[in-house]
Each structure stands twice: as C-alpha cells, then as structure tokens.
C-alpha cells in the first residue's frame, strides 16, 4: 500500500502537480481524423506529427495538407474555405476579396497572385502583413490600382497587390497621349523603335538626331515662345542651339528659305529695329485651333502654323481688321480707334446723327475735342486721348490728331491691336481706355 501511494506521489511531482496531456502521444491518421486533426488541446497534430506534406494526401489536416492540392481555374471549384490559388485549391489562413468584399485587418492588405489578375471573377486573396521597410531595389511592378512601383515590397507597402511584373502599360488613344519616345500601339502606350538619321529633319515632332539615331528630347514644344531662355523649337523639341543667326534689326538681315524670324514676345514683330533669332520652320503641326495673329497681319490657327508659314507671332488671338471707316467692317461692327469692333452703341453717318457736343467719328459718336499732337505737341485734357486715323501713322510728319474721351469700359474679347506706345492690347477700345491711339503693326 505505502509502496503504491509513494509511486503516485513520484508521478505527480514528475508531472508537475498538474494534469498530463497526451500532446506528446503519438496518433495514427484514422484517430486524427476522427479528432478533426486537433488534439483534445486544441493543438495541429498534423504539424507535431509532421503529415503536412508528407506526400500523402490527410484532408482531415486543419490547415489543409499541400498533398491535397486540387486542380482549379476559380474558387468555385474549391470548397467552402479554400480557394483556387496558382491553380490549386488551398485553405487560407484569412480569406479577403471575393464575392464577399472580405476586408483585411489594419496592418495587413489583401495579396492576389499574379495569375488572379487582383481578384477578378471573385477570387480570394489572402491576407499579408504590410512591410515596414523595403529595399531600393528597382525592379519595377505593375500594382491592382495601375501604379507602377519600384519593387513588390513597395507596392506591399502601399496595401497593394502585384497585378503584373515590370511597370505599368499606359492606356492612349493616339501618340500624344504617351511619352515622346513613346507611340500608341493596340491602346497601350509602347516603346518607339528609334530611326536612323542623319539629320533632325530626318526625324519625327519632339525628336532630334543624336549620334545617327533619332531620339526624343523634352520638352515638347510648337515654337520657340514654349522653351527657356537660351532653347529654340527643332522638330517640336526645345533644344540648345548650336549656332544663333540674327534676323531683321536695321539691317534687316534675313534666314535661310527653311527658317524664319523668331522675335520674343511683346516686341512687336522687330518695332524699333529690334533683331529676332532665324528658327527652323516645323514640317509638321497639330490640329488644335488656338488663333494667334502673325507678324504678316494674318490669322493662323495657332503658333505652329504660323511657324510653318514663316511669320512669328504678334500677339495671341485673331488679327484686327484695320478700317478707316464702318463700311470697311463686316455688318454689326463699327471702325473703333482705326480697328474693326462689335459695338452695340447707336451708329452714325454724319455729325448731324449725334449729339451737339459729339461728332461722328468712324461710325461713332464721340465726344468732339481740339487737337492734340502736331508740330506744336497739343496735349488733350486728363479724360482725353489723342485719336488719329489708322492712315496718319499716329501723327507722323507732324500731323494732327483729334482728342477723344477715353471709353469708361470695354468688353475682354481678344481683338489685339499695337498702339502707338509700341504695346499690344486685347482690343482697340482696351488701347483707347488707356490713352492710345492705334496702329498697324509693324509685319
């Protein structure tokens, strides 16, 4: 009897004082099935008895055993809780996606295989702890949300799954929609093959000529009024010019037959003998109609065409129609300060038409003035300017001009005109309204 009691008591401390487990008995796979691959603990016998992939097939497994991969196309060949990943059905640990719209924990993100095309058809992805960090290796990937990343962590560290490897296709409809070197092929912006060449004419819009090859260089521009000081537009491209050949000036010094005079902005078309820089004439312009007004007093349906016609550009904007007088207007326009206008006030014909203290000038009634200018230098009163006729070259050889009453407002529409202080207006009236008088400009 002590003999029995002392054996219990030695059992007891060699056990700890507490209750034995059977975690370290061994089972065979007909028991483990009937436990559902748990001990009465709870714990994977499978993993302690290391059946997971033992080449045997348990589906008794609680993980469910790699051995038991069956083939798939989606997750609706797979059973409840599995799903078709890389073609085989597998248990995941958490499920996300699918139908369902399962959503991760915080701190996780929902990770597709590549070959799930980022769950489409309701496929299941699994869920995978965000990356704290991640290296700066380049190796692009294509994200679910389309963005390129530089490698699978970053995008693992955005939330996002790889959709593809290597970046990202870019969606066009025509080549302006891609990058210079690129053109749009099958809807995707693809890599152009470069062409050889032997010149920049020889090359396409925004390309030049380097080392026998022709190659994209940016930015992409029309004419020389898109690039940096310093750059000129060659083939739609700003580049640094090798040589720079004046133009215009006194001299009036002109380009080659495949150039033409560039002047900067604001310079009126070379006013006051000022040179312009000889560019080369694009072959090739878009269709966008942006009207600008050339320095040959002629309309252009923007600054490329211009170009391509030779003429630089005065100011943007339809050209005026310059008048002496209202029958020189398209019908609804008026001769205002020497340029064709809209103007809803009353029209006249003689001075009789107005007022006592207005006459008619142009079609318009205006408040009557002295003269100004001349030989003598009149000067009109503070409310005033002094108006010529388009054709009296803003009183040259000392001629007389007529002071009128400055417009107390003007509409904004773009109708440019050069005053005779050598700057370009919106309109005549915006001219008038700041005491200027207008004139042709300089082509």
């Not at 010149?199 to 994209?216: L, T």
Request: include cysteine; hydrophobic fraction near 30%.
């Amino acid at each position: 009897m002590k003999r029995l009691i002392f054996g219990c008591l030695a059992l007891l401390i060699s056990s700890g004082c507490t209750e034995t487990t059977t975690d370290s008995e061994t089972y065979t796979k007909d028991q483990a099935a009937l436990m559902a691959g748990k001990s009465d603990h709870g714990r994977d016998i499978c993993d302690f008895m290391n059946w997971y992939g033992d080449g045997v097939c348990d589906d008794f497994c609680p993980r469910g055993d790699e051995d038991c991969a069956i083939p798939c196309t989606a997750d609706s060949d797979c059973s409840v809780g599995n799903a078709c990943v890389s073609g085989a059905c597998e248990t995941l640990t958490q499920g996300c996606g699918g139908i369902a719209g399962l959503q991760c924990a915080t701190g996780e993100y929902c990770n597709f295989d590549i070959a799930q095309t980022c769950g489409a058809a309701d496929q299941l992805g699994e869920c995978a702890a965000i990356p704290d960090s991640c290296d700066t290796d380049y190796d692009p990937v294509c994200g679910c949300d389309g963005q390129t990343y530089s490698n699978a962590c970053v995008a693992a560290s955005s939330g996002v799954s790889v959709a593809d490897l290597g970046e990202c296709d870019i969606p066009c409809r025509s080549n302006a929609d891609c990058a210079p070197s690129q053109v749009c092929g099958n809807g995707i912006c693809q890599d152009a093959i470069p062409a050889a060449c032997d010149n920049d004419n020889a090359c396409g819009r925004a390309e030049v000529c380097i080392n026998g090859v022709c190659e994209a260089t940016h930015p992409v521009c029309s004419t020389d009024r898109d690039c940096a000081a310093g750059q000129v537009c060659q083939n739609g491209a700003c580049i640094v010019p090798t040589t720079t050949t004046n133009c215009g000036g006194f001299a009036g010094l002109t380009c080659d037959p495949t150039q033409f005079c560039l002047y900067a902005p604001n310079s009126m078309c070379g006013a006051a003998d000022q040179f312009g820089t000889c560019t080369v004439r694009p072959d090739t312009c878009d269709t966008v109609y942006s009207p600008v007004c050339g320095c040959d007093g002629q309309t252009y349906s923007n600054d490329c065409v211009a170009a391509s016609a030779g003429t630089s550009v005065l100011a943007d904007g339809e050209c005026p129609v310059y008048c002496g007088a209202d029958n020189e207007c398209s019908t609804g326009e008026v001769c205002m300060n020497g340029v064709c206008e809209i103007d809803a006030s009353p029209l006249c014909a003689a001075d009789s038409d107005c007022s006592v203290r207005e006459a008619c000038i142009n079609g318009v009634c205006a408040a009557r003035g002295g003269d100004c200018g001349g030989f003598a230098g009149l000067l009109c009163e503070r409310d005033e300017y002094c108006y010529y006729d388009i054709t009296e070259q803003c009183g040259a050889a000392d001629q007389l001009g007529t002071c009128l009453l400055k417009p107390d407002s003007c509409s904004t529409a773009a109708n440019p005109v050069c005053g005779c202080d050598a700057l370009v207006y919106a309109n005549a009236c915006q001219a008038a309204a700041a005491g200027v008088s207008v004139t042709r400009c300089n082509p």
